[in-house]
């Protein structure tokens, strides 16, 4: 009988397990791609790139408007203020002057040209470096994800109301 050695089979296996594993992760990143992402840039980028949520710097002074600040705008009439709740949140009470903008079309709705903006929601179209946008949502968490989408579209002087409508109410008794 003739035994041999396992090394020399050893290279060879190695080899086509290699490729039968890089074949199979291949397929399986191109099956992840076809389906979930239309790019593998955009699968990238979903794990790379500062989030909806304002890649957590929400939350900083630069970011935030507090109820008392708000207030001193809303009297001076130098704020655009974005309700991002639902409509029927914003119909059960809102902030006065505030503009009701439902997270889930604020992105399209930032994007539009401006005539069409103030057709759509009879205000003035925010722009680009205006330092007068406020999101605000019920606590401050979909304010965040507006003000985080509103940064991606290049609105970089956006802010939102610290703790939403219930600190507003709380602090203000609207």
């Known amino acids: 009988m003739v035994v041999l050695h396992s090394s020399v089979y050893r290279g060879p296996v190695l080899v086509m397990l290699s490729l039968l594993l890089s074949r199979v992760f291949c397929q399986v990143v191109t099956e992840v791609n076809r389906r979930s992402y239309p790019t593998v840039a955009s699968f990238v980028r ?3 790139t500062s989030s909806p949520t304002c890649g957590g ?3 900083d002074e630069l ?3 507090t109820p008392s600040q708000l207030k001193v705008m809303l009297s001076n009439h130098k704020v ?3 309700d991002v709740r639902n409509p029927d ?3 059960d009470g809102h902030i006065p002057q505030a503009v009701n903008l439902p997270l889930n079309i604020v992105e399209e709705s930032l994007k539009l040209p401006p005539k069409t903006f103030q057709q759509t929601f009879e205000v003035k179209a925010p722009g680009k470096d205006d330092d007068n946008i406020v999101f605000n949502c019920r606590t ?3 304010s965040g994800k507006a003000l985080g989408i509103a940064r991606q579209l290049g609105f970089h002087r956006a802010r939102h109301l610290k703790g939403g409508y219930v ?3 709380e602090q ?3």
């Open 46 to 48: 979903t794990y790379t």
């Open 57 to 59: 710097t929400c939350d």
């Open 63 to 65: 970011s935030v408007v």
């Open 80 to 82: 655009q203020l974005f």
């Open 89 to 91: 949140e914003y119909q």
């Open 140 to 142: 401050g968490v979909r």
């Open 167 to 169: 600190a507003w109410v």
């Open 172 to 174: 203000e008794g609207n």
